[in-house]
């Protein structure tokens, strides 16, 4: 079993930048994919971002390539999502998960999920 404990939401101007945390628990940190899914009011909750147990293989939506990074320290159990370039229409709860099956993390398979962080950019 895993915990995940998310920091790093608030308040952003467009064009801003924010970095987001998730603090796993566990021995096995290292096993498992991580990434980042986001849910908007009214929306379906959505993936953003993926990383591969190693940290060496990463994975993007394409709403948001070229402007957030998605990478893991594994010595201290940390995944992290640095976001720039925000966007109103990136406003979003944001949820951190975690799966020891599939690098391309899914909405409907991924075993752990954070408890969320709220993103919002302002125009």
């Known amino acids: 079993q895993v915990q995940l404990a998310e920091s790093g939401g608030g308040l952003v101007q467009a064009g801003g930048s924010l970095r987001l945390s998730c603090a796993a628990s566990g021995r096995t940190f290292s096993s498992y994919n991580m990434g980042w899914f986001r849910q908007a009011p009214g929306k379906e909750r959505e993936f953003v971002a993926a990383?591969?147990?190693?940290?060496?293989?990463?994975y993007y939506a394409d709403s948001v390539k070229g402007r957030f990074t998605i990478f893991r320290d594994n010595a201290e159990n940390t995944v992290y999502l640095q976001m720039n370039s925000l966007k109103p229409e990136d406003t979003a709860v944001y949820y951190c998960a975690a799966d020891r099956r599939f690098r391309i993390l899914r909405l409907t398979t991924t075993e752990y999920w954070g408890q969320g962080t709220q993103v919002t950019v302002s125009s």
């Open positions: 990383i591969d147990q190693s940290g060496r293989s990463a």
